[in-house]
């Protein structure tokens, strides 16, 4: 008797520890789908621990498992045979005072663990909404994004799964406009990548010289194009890709002054609009002549749906990450054919945003890069 105990409460510690390893395995699975943790090693451990309390209890229970299962065929064929099933027995009526006692259950065991279950489900939920940022006068509001995004709570992931829209495409193109093609860009000559690094700086002083179509081309390519294999040639949290690039030519051979969307698709650039823009850039660059005298400006830009639907408010921190990844890739095409680049972060996004026609809501400007012979 003492040994039956002691196997039915080991049974039903482990049917505990069953459900909270359940739970664990779902709730870390949820973060590695929304947020690419592939290397979320808890998700595997728990994994583990479901497998080995799943095992345990089938071990626990096998009897009665085989018992039921016979039991079940053996009513089963009784059925197909055409055997009646025994009539259930009567219930026993306990006649009126007689062996009858009366108890007052206050608080049942089942209340008991409806109890238990609820408030743990209410302090996970507690723990999972956060209370909104009390923005004081004068307070960085960069520093409030980066607390509000650092820690995002169960809620919030589990609301990341039907509150944030849809996945828009991975490519942006403009059906009716002017397509200007680019010549294949030749990746053969030029520095190797560590003398490229090397020598890689910010240039803000430009000669009146035109850079060729051949060497946007390959600036462009390996800045945000793809490869042969059909990659692009810098990373993106979730391969998402949601920044677009725009070049504002002001002196490039063979290619008219205007704005332009490059497709990294098809290779090849879309005009937004044609015309001398150097004086309108200088303008909304805050006075920065350099980029009236360069060859190219390099705008980068952040459609936030690519990203949104997946990481919610991280999204915003990816995207930046990655037009940093696609600045230095500029930087080192340009050095290596012999060219100079500057990142520049300070402009009026605005007026940037009404240049480039976007709308500064869906889409946003967050970089810009000088490009030009030196």
Request: glycine share 10%; net charge positive.
């Amino acid at each position: 008797m003492k040994l039956r105990r002691m196997r039915q409460d080991l049974d039903h510690l482990n049917i505990w520890v069953l459900l909270a390893a359940t739970a664990a395995t779902i709730v870390t699975g949820l973060l590695v789908q929304l947020w690419d943790l592939h290397g979320f090693t808890w998700h595997t451990y728990f994994g583990y621990a479901l497998v080995f309390t799943v095992v345990i209890h089938l071990l626990l229970n096998f009897r009665q498992l085989l018992a039921y299962t016979g039991f079940r065929v053996r009513r089963t064929l009784r059925s197909v045979r055409g055997h009646p099933r025994p009539a259930p027995h009567p219930p026993v009526r306990q006649p009126a005072g007689v062996g009858a006692t009366t108890k007052k259950v206050l608080l049942s065991r089942r209340s008991l663990v409806g109890l238990a279950l609820g408030g743990a489900g209410g302090y996970l939920i507690g723990r999972g909404v956060r209370p909104p940022p009390q923005l004081e006068r004068g307070i960085d509001l960069g520093l409030v994004y980066h607390q509000w995004s650092s820690q995002p709570g169960l809620v919030d992931a589990v609301g990341a799964l039907a509150n944030l829209g849809r996945q828009p495409s991975l490519y942006k193109s403009y059906d009716n406009a002017v397509r200007v093609a680019l010549p294949p860009a030749s990746l053969a000559g030029g520095l190797r990548t560590e003398m490229a690094m090397a020598r890689r700086q910010s240039v803000r002083a430009y000669s009146t010289a035109s850079m060729t179509a051949q060497e946007l081309s390959r600036v462009l390519l390996l800045t945000a194009g793809l490869s042969n294999a059909g990659r692009r040639h810098h990373p993106s949290s979730g391969a998402l890709y949601p920044i677009e690039t725009y070049a504002v030519v002001h002196n490039v051979a063979e290619v008219e002054r205007g704005v332009y969307h490059y497709n990294p698709e098809n290779h090849l650039l879309e005009q937004v609009r044609a015309g001398d823009f150097r004086t309108y850039v200088v303008e909304h660059g805050l006075n920065q002549q350099f980029l009236g005298e360069c060859a190219v400006v390099i705008y980068l830009t952040m459609i936030f749906q690519r990203m949104r639907f997946k990481y919610g408010e991280r999204s915003y921190r990816y995207g930046l990450i990655e037009a940093g990844h696609l600045g230095q890739n500029l930087y080192l095409a340009a050095t290596s054919l012999g060219l100079g680049a500057c990142a520049v972060g300070a402009y009026d996004d605005h007026g940037i945003e009404k240049l480039l026609a976007i709308d500064g809501r869906e889409e946003v400007s967050v970089y810009l890069l000088s490009l030009g012979r030196v």
